[in-house]
């Protein structure tokens, strides 16, 4: 009796000194649950930015990798090919499949760019959702005489060499191509939203209110599930610094998978050891 008493004692003072040990080691985790529970925020500007997005006040390990976010003053913009998007919004945690507003930056107030670029995505981090439409600008020498001309409402002048023409895919439908020229040879695809297209059809709002509306596309490739349990637990999703593999940051620990006690815990991590012996003296 009393010597099992003596081993209880000394089980349990080890058991002790494990827990102090790892709410030493536990330090450093808490940081990434403090900084990854953070949106991306430039400036002043707090956005609704959070995982896989990273950049500005997140780490690297609050996201996941290839979706770096850039503040240019207070927007958070994401480059593909040679465009910059602004990110306008993001849907909130527990979509099945998450979605961000964009809008191309060199657009943004001004249907005149100096480069012609056609949209393109990275289809590994984004793919269009349901809805948008492209709009197609046609950069025009004003001599031309075109199909277009006789959509004249829809003409803008960038300079004295240069007019616009731009069209909703329907209104592409209705003309002919045989009337389009070379004169007309530089054609930029921007999407716009569905609610846009359909506003642009019926005349019922401008083509700059149009694109800096922005239009959605589906996050892709992102451990939407994981993240979702990772949420409903308590915690914030990130990844790993060494193989970027998913990782759920809790208050005091991390996980694979979410926070609570059954969980697995990293065993690669450091304080792996700790967190176990930490889940069988609490549950
Ligand atoms: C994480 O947050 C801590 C403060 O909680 C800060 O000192 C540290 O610099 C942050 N780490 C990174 C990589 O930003
Ligand atoms: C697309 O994104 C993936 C994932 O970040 C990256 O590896 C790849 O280089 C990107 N492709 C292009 C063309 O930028
Ligand atoms: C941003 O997205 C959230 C979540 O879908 C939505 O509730 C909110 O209205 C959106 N904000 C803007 C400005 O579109
Ligand atoms: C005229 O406008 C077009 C379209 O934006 C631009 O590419 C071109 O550089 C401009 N030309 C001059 C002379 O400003
Ligand atoms: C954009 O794509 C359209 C359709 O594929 C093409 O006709 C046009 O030449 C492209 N424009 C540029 C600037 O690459
Ligand atoms: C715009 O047109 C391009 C080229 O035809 C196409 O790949 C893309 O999916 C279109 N975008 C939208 C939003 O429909
Ligand atoms: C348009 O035509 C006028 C008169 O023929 C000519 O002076 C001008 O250079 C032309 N503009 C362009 C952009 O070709
Ligand atoms: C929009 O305006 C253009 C030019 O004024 C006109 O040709 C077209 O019929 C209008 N569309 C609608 C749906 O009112
Ligand atoms: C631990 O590391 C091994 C080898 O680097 C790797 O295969 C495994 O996926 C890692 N496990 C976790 C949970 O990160």
Sequence with gaps: MQYSLV???LITSSLLVSINLQLSVRAADTAEYANCSQPITCGSVESSLSYPFWGANRPEYCGKSGFEVTCQDTVP???MGSVDFRILNMSASGAVIPTVTVAREDYWNDICPSNYVNTSLNF???DYASGPQNVS???CNPNATTAFVAMAATMG???SSVQVFFLTETQTAKISSQNTNGDCSNVVLVPVSATATEELDNNK???QKAIDGGFDLNVQNVDTGLCNNCVASGGVCGQTTTDTSFMCFCQDSSSTKA???NSLTN???SSGMYLDIYSISYN
């Design 137 to 139: 600008f046609s950069y």
């Design 124 to 126: 590994s981090l984004f």
């Design 77 to 79: 913009m994401i480059s």
């Design 157 to 159: 002048v960038c300079n």
């Design 7 to 9: 081993s209880f004692l």
């Design 259 to 261: 926070c609570n006690g």
């Design 267 to 269: 065993p690669n991590s």
């Design 205 to 207: 709002t401008s083509i």
